[in-house]
C-alpha cells in the first residue's frame, strides 16, 4: 500500500515561529503536492514538486516555501507564521505520468496563535 | 470563474437509499480527468473514483458510480444504498490536460449526513 505521512497530526505554534510541515512518501513517486484546507474553500493548492530540488507556485504560494532535497520527502516551510495560516494542510504523492489518483497523507491541523 | 462547482453543501439521505452528488466542471481542454474523494471526520482524503475524459462508460466502483455528462460538464457521484459510515464530505476534482501527475483543482465539498 502506498504510504504518505506527515509528521504531526495536530500542531500549535505562535506568530512569528518559523513552521516545518514535512511529508514522506514511500512509494517512489516523482510528484508531490502541499494543499491547504479551508471550510467553504476546498482545497487549494500551495505549492507543488515535479522532482528533486525542483518547485512549482501552486495557486497561493503567498507566505509558504518549500523544500525537496530527497525524492521521498517534500516540506512545506511557513518561514513566519501568521493567524491567517491556521488551516488544515494535506500532503500528496503522484507516480509522474502513470498515476491516476493522488495519494493523500492524512493531514496537520496548524493553529497559530 | 470556478472550474469545479458543487452546489450542494450539504445532504440528507436516510440509510439504503440512493444519493446523488452534484458536480459541473469547466475547462477547454480536451483532455482531463475528474475524481472524487471522500473525508470522514479524521481527516483523511480517500479516492472513491475516477473518469476520463475519453472514457466511453461511466465508471463505477462498488457502490458507487460517476454520472459523467460530457455536454452537460456534469460528473456527479451516485452512491447506491447509503450507510452510516457513508457520512463524509465528498469532494469532486478535475485535473486539466493528459499528462497524469498534475495537480487537483478542488471543488469546495458536500457535506453527506447517512441517518438511520
Known amino acids: 500500500d502506498v504510504k504518505v505521512t506527515q509528521s504531526s497530526r495536530y500542531l500549535v505554534k505562535r506568530t512569528g515561529e518559523k513552521v516545518f510541515l514535512e511529508c514522506v512518501q514511500d512509494?517512489?513517486?516523482?510528484?508531490m503536492f502541499w494543499y491547504r484546507q479551508d471550510p467553504g474553500l476546498g482545497l487549494r493548492l500551495i505549492y507543488f514538486s515535479y522532482d528533486v530540488k525542483m518547485k512549482e507556485k501552486g495557486d497561493i504560494p503567498e507566505g509558504y516555501s518549500v523544500s525537496r532535497e530527497k525524492k521521498e520527502r517534500f516540506s512545506l516551510i511557513l518561514e513566519s507564521a501568521s493567524t491567517n495560516q491556521t488551516s488544515m494542510y494535506l500532503c500528496?504523492?503522484?507516480?509522474?505520468?502513470?498515476?491516476?489518483?493522488?495519494?493523500f497523507g492524512p493531514g496537520t491541523r496548524l493553529t497559530v496563535l | 470563474a470556478q472550474k469545479i462547482t458543487q452546489t450542494q453543501p450539504g445532504m440528507f439521505v436516510q440509510e439504503k437509499e440512493a444519493v446523488t452528488l452534484d458536480c459541473t466542471y469547466d475547462?477547454?481542454?480536451?483532455?482531463?480527468?475528474l475524481f472524487w474523494y471522500k473525508q470522514p471526520s479524521s481527516g483523511e482524503m480517500i479516492f472513491l473514483i475516477y473518469q476520463g475524459s475519453y472514457d466511453q462508460q461511466n465508471a463505477t466502483e462498488g457502490r458507487y458510480s460517476l454520472n459523467f455528462q460530457k455536454a452537460r460538464k456534469s460528473a456527479n457521484l451516485v452512491i447506491s444504498a447509503s450507510q452510516l459510515g457513508d457520512s463524509a464530505m465528498y469532494f469532486c476534482a478535475m485535473r486539466e490536460g493528459g499528462q497524469a501527475g498534475t495537480a487537483l483543482i478542488f471543488g469546495k465539498g458536500t457535506t453527506l449526513s447517512v441517518s438511520s
Open positions: 500528496a504523492s503522484i507516480q509522474f505520468n502513470t498515476g491516476s489518483e493522488q495519494f
Open positions: 475547462t477547454s481542454d480536451p483532455s482531463y480527468g
Open positions: 512509494m517512489d513517486h516523482e510528484n
